[in-house]
């Protein structure tokens, strides 16, 4: 018996049983999120069989189930950028009609020259197009397809098989029952650590009333564009709204808004204590901004099932507060409807490994360099009231180090739960960085197995040079 919340509940004693195998590979990435695509791909590339598993029905994590196109919002006419599987996103998808210009359509002669005296039009082209997150479903089974990669959706993974310290593959659960897959290397690319955790790796979580929020992001329609654009025009947000910079931010403009939030609170049509204060993406000619990022809830613990399952209906609820506030306080929106509600919350911080090397504050602020580089990442940190925006070419190496846990051989860990301390948190959690990590553990998990070592020990000047013939930069 144990007491959760005050309840006592009971403890079921499962019978041995024999599971069946469902697949073997030679690397297993478990999360199809931006570090999992990019590291099946990285490692595909590389020669070797790789099966890539996600539990929702669509590959893209954050950017399809949280609809968070905005991949390299970050970048300006300076930004120095890492390069390899993460441009290739934007390429194939603008080549695909599968992306956004987000400037393309304003008309006013003085916001586009403040646009491009920030570095964010240059020579008539944004430095940045917004993911159509829809059609990066799409863009997402190609890249899968294209790479040779074994896709698996719709698959849970809920243990690992751990023997000598080695991780040998992981327990799945689906509609097909409870079946393994083993693997010469795996990489966790939960986003949450789940496999590390499961294998007993060393970790770290903060108490959830210190983690970064949670946030359900919607979409809507029906919006007077022209309307709405002067009225951002007239009333532009800034960077300095919303986090301590380094001065050279503070004015550059963002998409900011809170004026019609704060107006439904003052009316009481929003309680006092709820935070709505949003970002919106993009615009299309039909009227519609397909993503607001605005929903942010606090001492939620994306590892904990009975708060995700409070943040999501909670979240819904809040929605429909700020689509009704929109349209009664904020021009262009008077026929708006809701239009989309993201599948999933997108979360920003739980688990961290214990890895290798921990990168710190410290390192991103002062453009680290290391000789064990998997890539370069800009200097670019957004949480716990900071915004420091990569404006005039700084950035930080990505060491090996942060991707390789303690304790467990073979297994590798990309994206926002690799090891690093509270402020680079900020920094590595960024889609940029996440596939900066999830391509550096594809190549370093194939070349492993190739030369028959362990990862910890693999030859980094070999992924090096493998991640350099995949268009990565890593100095």
Known sequence: MFSYRGKIMNIIEEPSRKTPVLAETDVLIVGGGPAGLSASIAAAREGVNTILIERYGCFGGVITQAMIGTIAWYRY??????????????????????????????????????????GLIVNGEP?????????????????VQDANITPLLHCSAVDAIIENQTIKGIITESKSGRQAILAKRVIDATGDADIAFHSGVPFRQSPKNELMGVTVNWGCSGINIGKFLMYVYLNPGSIGDWGETTGKEENSFSTYLVEPFNKA?????????????????NYTDAGEITSFNGIHMKDID??????LTQAEIEGRKRVLWAVNALKKYTPGFKKARLRTIGSSLGTRESRKIIG??????????????????????????????????????????????????QKIENLLVAGRCVAGDKISHAATRQICCCMVTGQGAGVAAAIS?????SCRDVNIT??????????????
């Open 127 to 143: 430095t940045y197009e917004v993911l159509d997150t829809e059609m990066f479903k799409h863009i997402a089974d190609k890249l």
């Open 265 to 281: 609170k003052e009316a009481g049509e929003i309680p006092k204590d709820v935070n709505i204060e949003s970002y919106w993406t």
């Open 77 to 118: 006419a300076k930004t120095v950028d890492a390069g390899g599987i993460g441009l290739e996103f934007e390429t194939l998808a603008k080549s695909m009609n599968g992306s956004i210009n987000i400037f393309g359509n304003v008309k006013n002669k003085d916001m586009v020259k403040t646009l491009e005296e920030e």
């Open 449 to 453: 197995i190739k030369d028959n070592v």
């Open 356 to 405: 290798e090397y921990e990168i710190t504050e410290h390192d991103i602020r002062n453009e680290a360099r290391f000789d064990n580089s998997i890539g370069i990442c800009p200097e670019f940190i957004d949480g716990y009231g900071i915004a420091v925006m990569p404006t005039t070419g700084r950035y930080f190496q990505v060491p090996y180090g942060i991707i390789v846990p």
């Open 462 to 475: 070999k992924v090096q040079e493998a991640l350099k013939a995949q268009d990565v930069r890593i100095e």
């Open 302 to 307: 994306p590892t904990n099932v009975w708060d």
